[in-house]
Nanobody
Framework: VQLQASGGGLVQAGGSLRLSCAAS????????MGWYRQAPGGQRELVAT???????NYADSVADRFTISRDNRRNTVYLQMESLKPEDTAVYYC?????????????WGQGTQVTVSS
């Protein structure tokens, strides 16, 4: 499985961006797709996840500003980011967690930089 993330960039505080993550390869039906981020000097942290059934989960810091969604036909997950803040600046990574019958598989995309200027 390969994950290709895109959509990052430079935006002013209060602006918006939409990230996309296209998955290719053998995608197991039961899966959790998610976005994580890592700021300079910080640890990678969860931003949002969405299950194959559509259940979403958000970090408290983004819950009222970001929306995660997925298009199963295109094997693509999106992160719509609104009201961006300088503290949202980070490299954003897409993750696919696949649940097989007896094994689980974990894949990461290459990351896309999001920079929010004040």
């Amino acid at each position: 499985v390969q994950l290709q993330a895109s959509g990052g960039g430079l935006v002013q505080a209060g602006g918006s961006l939409r990230l996309s993550c296209a998955a290719s390869g053998k995608i197991i039906t039961r899966n959790i797709m998610g976005w994580y981020r890592q700021a300079p000097g910080g640890q990678r942290e969860l931003v949002a996840t969405v299950t194959s059934g559509g259940t979403t989960n958000y970090a408290d810091s983004v819950a009222d500003r970001f929306t995660i969604s997925r298009d199963n036909r295109r094997n693509t997950v999106y992160l719509q980011m609104e009201s961006l803040k300088p503290e949202d600046t980070a490299v954003y990574y897409c993750r696919a967690y696949l649940l097989g019958y007896t094994d689980t598989y974990n894949y990461w995309g290459q990351g896309t930089q999001v920079t929010v200027s004040s």
